[in-house]
Nanobody, 124 residues
C-alpha cells in the first residue's frame, strides 16, 4: 500500500510561485510514475503533470505547460510541482497520484494511489 502526503499549498497572488511536494511511503516509489491532478470547485478533477520513474520523461496539460515543472527525487521518495506565474484559474485542490507502471498516462483512473490534496488559492 502506497501512502502519499502533499504539502506546500497556500494563498498567493497572481504572478507568484509555489512549490508543492508529495512524499510517498509504503511502496516502491522509484518504480512508479507520479502525477499531479487538480480539482477546482464545481469541476472535474483534471490532469496537470506526470513524470516517469527515471525523472527524464514528463507530460503536462496544455494549460500549465511552460509555467509548471514536475520533478522527483527518488532518494527522498518525493515528487515536486513547481508552479510559476500563477493565475486565478489555477485555484484548486492539488492531488498527488502514483501509478505502478512506467507509462505516463493522464487519466484519473490510470493511477492507483492518491493523496488527500493540498489547497492552492490564487487571488487576482
Amino acid at each position: 500500500q502506497v501512502q502519499l502526503v502533499e504539502s506546500g499549498g497556500g494563498l498567493v497572488q497572481a504572478g507568484d510561485s509555489l512549490r508543492l511536494s508529495c512524499v510517498a511511503s509504503g511502496g516502491t516509489f522509484s518504480s512508479s510514475t507520479m502525477g499531479w491532478f487538480r480539482q477546482a470547485p464545481g469541476k472535474e478533477r483534471e490532469f496537470v503533470a506526470a513524470i516517469r520513474r527515471s525523472g527524464i520523461s514528463t507530460n503536462y496539460a496544455d494549460s500549465v505547460k511552460d509555467r509548471f515543472a514536475i520533478s522527483r527525487d527518488n532518494a527522498k521518495n518525493t515528487v515536486y510541482l513547481q508552479m510559476n506565474s500563477l493565475i486565478p484559474e489555477d485555484t484548486a485542490v492539488y492531488f498527488c497520484a502514483a501509478r505502478l507502471s512506467s507509462r505516463i498516462l493522464t487519466g484519473e483512473s490510470d493511477y492507483e494511489y492518491w493523496g488527500q490534496g493540498t489547497q492552492v488559492t490564487v487571488s487576482s
